[in-house]
């Protein structure tokens, strides 16, 4: 045995009373490294001082007001301080809110859902539309449709870029949040983990990264059996007892409505799935000790891991995440002679429109980008957020490349909309290299602040004009089609009206039998 010298993070009291300092945790009272906890206002040291502990929480005690591993506030308990105590859940990356038996917690999933449903059935609707505009007319309207896949892949984008472990300032961090809704009147956070707490979690020993990979991996077959069961409820209302009359219709709105919705879930299925596998040494060099960066309570490496890896997360990737996928892009290359067939074009039609010909297969361009990117952001971090985040700029100039070379959208503002928002992204990943480096000088701090702003601010500025534009475009061919229908062309008099009856023939009436 030999005593070493106590690190800065490490509080030494003499003999064996070896603790952390405020802001920092150590996993267990033989670790010599002590770590930064994700909220320094967790961890509150080893030394409780005039602080109640009754709501507080110790993994090792060494007496009642000394902690080796270091007290942790009452909101947080885990490894790392990173998990939310009972009747708390998560709020951004960092924070727990208290939950309650507010029913507007309930309510606001409720709009939630309504929400995602409206979106969903909106697109459905848009990539359904067979009709295509007459020359001077107005516009097709799944221009519309194609508007808003590029927005969903710009928001999964901006979703990939937010989620490296860049030390982003407070601004970016709001600019990139997506689901921190505060109630005003309670001062509490919604969050449907609290929904999650009172009713699966309480019930089954199951921890929530593992709830939420498992939902993540049956939704697409839950949200596909929901769209086959609406379709034949919408059929059998439209057309009564004939509804089955035109199965290959039904088919192919069915067909449309799963490839739409597994689109949008994409992304976030391969996110899920990729950090089931990202697991993190919150021991020291001596002692290693290997949890899921995504839920710090999770041992990786071990058989409950192992079998959610085999069972769920793997089977999950295979088929949604590259199958499914790769399994379309060989549809479409098979029939790529057929892609205006009515029949053809509406099953599989949201994945080509408004491409060129010669450039059909752009959507899976598109999908393999995205994936590279989500692969970057989770398997190499261990190699440095900088050779991280450079790698993600040489895919999204790659793209780039690519959309300069092909221009691949037979409209040029779609063309405008897909550039700007690699060129976004690769402007933000830029930027956050700077915030790796600590302080920063506040005027560079704020420069960076300003120019992540801009360019974010400024795709969403040019595709809101640009939807607007087409939607009010719509709006007048509607309204004009509507006052055309009722317009009535008056009779001037009863010689007019007399004109529009058939002549009778002098010649019949000579010819007449007598």
């Known amino acids: 045995d030999k005593c070493l010298t106590c690190p800065d993070t490490i509080y030494c009291d ?9 802001g920092t945790w150590r996993f267990d009272s033989w670790s010599n490294k002590a770590l930064t906890c994700l909220n320094t206002d967790a961890c509150l040291g080893s030394i ?17 007001t000394f902690c080796y591993t270091g007290w942790r506030s009452e909101r947080f308990r885990g490894n790392y301080c990173s998990q939310c105590a009972s009747g708390y859940a998560p709020s951004g990356s960092t924070n727990c809110v208290a939950c309650s ?20 059935v909106f697109t459905v609707r848009n990539a359904l539309n067979k009709k295509a505009p007459k020359k001077g007319e107005g516009i097709d309207s799944k221009k519309i449709s194609i508007m ?18 860049f ?11 997506t689901s921190n809704t505060v109630s005003q009147s309670t001062t509490q956070a919604f969050s449907i983990d609290c929904v999650f707490q009172s009713t699966i979690n309480n019930k089954f020993d199951i921890r929530p990264f593992f709830l939420k990979l498992i939902f993540i991996s049956i939704a697409p077959m839950i949200i596909g059996l929901i769209s086959v069961v609406v379709w034949f409820i919408i059929f059998r209302v439209k057309y009564k007892a004939n509804w089955l009359a035109d199965k290959q219709l039904l088919k192919s709105n069915i067909i449309t409505s799963l490839v739409i919705i597994l689109f949008m879930l994409h992304t976030t299925i391969l996110q899920t799935n990729f950090f089931s596998f990202r697991c993190k040494n919150i021991g020291d060099t001596e002692r290693i000790h290997w949890y899921l960066e995504k839920d710090l309570e999770i041992a990786c490496w071990e058989s409950q891991h192992w079998q959610y890896l085999f069972f769920v997360a793997i089977p999950s990737l295979l088929v949604w995440g590259f199958g499914t996928p790769l399994f379309a892009l060989f549809i479409i290359r098979a029939n790529k002679t057929n892609l205006d067939d009515p029949g053809f074009k509406g099953k599989l039609g949201f994945l080509y429109d408004g491409f060129k010909k010669d450039v059909y297969f752009w959507e899976f361009v598109i999908l393999y980008r995205k994936i590279a990117m989500v692969f970057i952001s989770v398997f190499l971090s261990s190699i440095g957020i900088t050779f991280q985040a450079l790698a993600i700029i040489l895919v999204a100039f790659f793209g780039y490349l690519l959309q300069l070379h092909y221009i691949p959208y037979e409209d040029d503002t779609l063309n405008k ?15 956050g290299l700077y915030f790796t480096s600590g302080s920063l000088p506040a005027v560079l701090n704020y420069l960076l602040i300003v120019i992540i702003f801009i ?52 010649r019949a009436e000579v010819l007449k039998p007598p």
């Open 148 to 165: 808003i896949k590029i927005f969903t892949n710009y928001i999964q984008l901006v979703s990939i870029v937010s989620s490296f472990s």
């Open 48 to 64: 409780l001082g005039d602080r109640n502990k009754s709501n507080l929480y110790c993994k090792e005690l060494y007496n009642e």
């Open 101 to 120: 038996g507010n029913p507007w917690y309930y309510i606001l999933i409720v709009l939630i859902c309504i929400g995602a449903t409206g979106f969903i």
């Open 455 to 506: 360019v974010n601010v400024n795709f969403m500025v040019l595709w809101l004009r640009e939807l607007l534009r087409e939607v009010f475009q719509v709006v007048r061919d509607f309204l004009d089609k509507r006052k055309k229908a009722n317009q009535v062309v008056p009779i001037k008099d009863e010689e007019d009206a007399e004109l529009k009856e058939e002549p009778k023939s002098p």
């Open 417 to 431: 909309l897909e550039k700007s928002s690699l060129v976004n992204a690769t402007l933000t990943l830029y930027c």
């Open 167 to 177: 030390q982003w300032p407070d601004q970016v961090d709001s600019l990139f949040a």
């Open 14 to 22: 003499g003999k064996d009373a070896v603790g952390v300092t405020n």
